[in-house]
């Protein structure tokens, strides 16, 4: 009798994957697997075997079989930043910014985070869950089959309370995997010297926070919090045992990345104006750099150098950074087509950085169908992985199993 979550994908086009667990640093993120009429066996939710299709069909002739022998199959895409718990929208920021009004004016002018900050406050906990719940939804359909959900709006202890209880609350009901982040260091909320909500994230926001999430992540830009006061909320997250995450390089380089590196932070995300020695830190370091093109390409900024940073050895990961500001882009495979037109990347550095290394860079270990893992898979509607690249803006998978079940 077959159990739950249980079966064969066989045989398989193409299966296509990242050279090994775990994350994959500089020339190795190029050296991914491509296996021809292969074998998936999948046994209650998860990888039970991966080899050829005789062999997977012939040893696990008791299990249902789907078929993909017209299609590429991969692990389920890994986003790595997100802030899908926003309320409300911003399209009219958006449209002045059309219009040449540049995001840090628009937030100097109470606009922008702040914004979001105000619908947050003004939002029922019951739709901020059913909002969490939809976007994490249209993210399976897109392959993505973890997501790492940043509580980054509320800017008040009670805000920042409710969010990180939706947060809480959708990651048990979702059916990819949720890991929550916390980001009350994401701008400064108005009204309140600086000082005094320092004191409140590390006297409230931070210690609540930390019983729902497992990173603290900063934003040390310009307008946001200093490289000073980033060290200091990273360190009064790793008290309460949150491992440290930063915002770094997005506008402006201020040593955020080497600050952070040197704290052991699991990921240094943006990077679109990273310095040589921020570079250097990450080669050197087990930092992930994530990098979101799709951040770039939605605020018309250059994109990061990923050629440069993989070059040097780093191991790069990519993110949607879906917001209501500077991302409106839910589809890692856009972010995997702008990394390979955009950014200098491979086809096979793209998929690295979307599977094994986004799951490094949020501490979980997925990405690479090895036995034993989550059995997250994707199916989809072309041959190669160049395909996929080449239909970057449009493409879906034709279907998609989270923990071995058919979601799409
Ligand atoms: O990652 N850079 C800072 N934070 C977000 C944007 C958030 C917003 O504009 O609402 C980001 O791009
Ligand atoms: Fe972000």
């Known amino acids: 009798m077959a159990s739950v979550?249980?079966?064969v994908l066989a045989p398989i086009g193409e299966l296509h994957l990242p050279r090994s667990a775990?994350?994959?640093?500089?020339?190795?993120?190029?050296?991914?697997?491509?296996?021809?009429?292969?074998?998936?066996?999948?046994?209650?939710?998860?990888?039970?075997?991966?080899?050829?299709?005789?062999t997977?069909?012939?040893?696990?002739?008791?299990?249902?079989?789907?078929?993909?022998?017209?299609?590429?199959?991969?692990?389920?895409?890994?986003?790595?930043?997100?802030?899908?718990?926003?309320?409300?929208?911003?399209?009219?920021?958006?449209?002045?910014?059309?219009r040449g009004a540049s995001y840090e004016q628009i937030a100097k002018e109470g606009g922008g985070i702040a914004a979001s900050a105000l619908a947050m406050e003004r939002a029922e906990p019951s739709s901020l869950v059913e909002n969490l719940l939809e976007r994490c939804n249209l993210l399976m359909s897109l392959g993505t089959t973890t997501i790492e959900?940043?509580?980054?709006?509320?800017?008040?202890?009670?805000?920042?309370?409710?969010?990180?209880?939706?947060?809480?609350?959708?990651?048990?009901?979702?059916?990819?995997?949720?890991?929550?982040?916390?980001?009350?260091?994401?701008?400064?909320?108005?009204?309140?010297?600086?000082?005094?909500?320092?004191?409140?994230?590390?006297?409230?926001?931070?210690?609540?926070?930390?019983?729902?999430?497992?990173?603290?992540?900063?934003?040390?830009?310009?307008?946001?919090?200093?490289?000073?006061?980033?060290?200091?909320?990273?360190?009064?997250?790793?008290?309460?045992?949150?491992?440290?995450?930063?915002?770094?390089?997005?506008?402006n380089a201020l040593g955020g990345t080497e600050m952070a590196v040197s704290m052991g932070a699991v990921s240094c995300d943006h990077l679109l104006k990273v310095t040589e020695s921020g570079i250097n830190a990450l080669a050197s370091s087990n930092t992930i750099a994530v990098t979101m093109p799709g951040t770039a390409f939605y605020l018309d900024k250059p994109y990061a150098d990923a050629r440069k940073l993989i070059d040097a050895g780093c191991a790069v990961a990519l993110g949607s950074d879906y917001n209501p500001g500077s991302s409106q882009i839910p589809s890692m495979?856009?972010?995997?087509?702008?990394?390979?037109?955009?950014m200098g990347m491979t086809p096979e550095e793209a998929l690295s950085a979307a599977t094994v290394n986004a799951a490094a860079a949020i501490n979980e270990d997925v990405g690479s169908l090895k036995v034993g893992e989550r059995a997250d898979i994707c199916v989809w509607p072309c041959k190669r992985i160049e395909e996929l690249i080449y239909e970057f803006a449009f493409i879906k998978p034709i279907a998609v199993f989270a923990k071995g079940d058919r979601v799409v």
């Open 149 to 251: 959900v940043k509580a980054s709006y509320g800017l008040s202890p009670e805000s920042s309370r409710k969010e990180v209880d939706a947060v809480a609350e959708a990651a048990t009901q979702a059916k990819p995997t949720v890991v929550a982040t916390y980001m009350g260091a994401h701008a400064y909320p108005s009204g309140l010297p600086r000082s005094e909500y320092l004191s409140l994230l590390e006297r409230e926001m931070i210690p609540y926070a930390s019983k729902h999430t497992r990173f603290n992540d900063v934003f040390c830009e310009v307008g946001a919090f200093t490289v000073d006061e980033s060290r200091k909320v990273l360190e009064w997250g790793l008290v309460c045992g949150l491992r440290p995450k930063i915002h770094s390089d997005e506008f």
């Open 22 to 54: 775990g994350p994959a640093k500089g020339a190795s993120m190029n050296q991914t697997r491509r296996v021809a009429e292969a074998g998936v066996a999948v046994r209650e939710g998860r990888i039970e075997a991966v080899a050829d299709a005789e």
């Open 333 to 342: 495979a856009f972010a995997m087509g702008l990394a390979v037109s955009r």
């Open 56 to 98: 997977i069909l012939k040893e696990f002739g008791d299990l249902p079989r789907i078929d993909a022998a017209n299609s590429l199959v991969t692990p389920g895409l890994v986003d790595c930043h997100t802030h899908i718990s926003w309320a409300g929208n911003r399209a009219d920021e958006f449209i002045r910014r059309c």
């Open 5 to 7: 979550n249980s079966f």
